[in-house]
């Protein structure tokens, strides 16, 4: 069994920087695609960022490429996610999920991911 547990959301203003952490308790996690998603206020959820290979492996999507940074400890159990250049639409509950495989073309779908964290809030103000 695999938990996530966010933490490290707040509220920001326009181009500041947040740092999300989710804990991940379970088997090696090392073996496990990580990746944050986020939901706005009356959106789909999307993929923010992934991280497989033990972390090695980097996958973003087009609207935070530049931006954010994310990064894996395996000792641990850590996956963090490194906010910068906030915009008032990064807005949104983020969560953390593991799946167990995923690629350039597959980590953006939700729907790969067994697990997921409860989420937390990141409030952009302009």
């Known amino acids: 069994q695999v938990t996530l547990a966010e933490s490290g959301g707040g509220s920001v203003q326009s181009g500041g920087t947040l740092t999300l952490s989710c804990a991940f308790s379970?088997?090696?996690?090392?073996?496990?695609?990580m990746a944050w998603f986020r939901r706005g206020a009356g959106e789909e959820r999307e993929a923010v960022m992934g991280?497989?290979?033990?972390?090695?492996?980097?996958y973003h999507s087009d609207s935070t490429r530049g931006r954010f940074t994310m990064s894996q400890d395996n000792r641990k159990k850590t996956v963090t996610l490194q906010m910068t250049s906030l915009k008032p639409e990064d807005t949104g509950v983020y969560y953390c999920?593991?799946?167990?495989?995923?690629?350039?073309?597959?980590?953006?779908?939700?729907?790969?991911?067994?697990?997921w964290g409860q989420g937390t809030q990141v409030t952009v103000s302009s």
């Open positions: 999920a593991a799946g167990p495989d995923c690629n350039v073309g597959t980590f953006a779908q939700s729907t790969l991911y067994h697990y």
């Open positions: 379970g088997p090696e996690s090392k073996r496990w695609c």
């Open positions: 991280l497989t290979n033990g972390g090695r492996t980097q």
